[in-house]
C-alpha cells in the first residue's frame, strides 16, 4: 500500500470511528425509550383494569353491607316480636 491510501484508509475508519461515536448513543436512547414507553403502557392497562375491578369490589362490599343491615333489621324486628 501506498502513504496515500494508507492515509485515507485511516481517515475513513477515524471518520466511520465518529460516525459510531455520535450514533450509537442516539440509537441506544431511542431503544431504551421504546422499552420503556412499551413497560408504561403495559403497566397503564394493567392499571386501568384494577381500577375497575376496586370499583367492582366495592360495588359488592357496597351491597354485602346494605343486604347485613336488611337482615339485621329483619331479625332484629322478629325478636322483637317474639319477645313481646
Request: hydrophobic share 45%; charged share 25%; aromatic share 10%.
Amino acid at each position: 500500500m501506498r502513504a496515500n491510501d494508507r492515509k485515507a484508509l485511516y481517515r475513513m475508519l477515524i471518520l466511520l470511528a465518529l460516525v459510531l461515536l455520535i450514533f450509537f448513543p442516539k440509537i441506544y436512547l431511542r431503544n431504551n425509550i421504546y422499552y420503556v414507553s412499551k413497560d408504561i403502557n403495559d403497566l397503564n392497562s394493567h392499571l386501568i383494569s384494577l381500577k375497575e375491578e376496586n370499583k367492582f369490589l366495592k360495588q359488592q362490599h357496597e351491597d354485602s353491607l346494605f343486604k347485613n343491615l336488611i337482615m339485621d333489621s329483619l331479625i332484629l324486628e322478629n325478636l322483637d316480636k317474639d319477645y313481646s
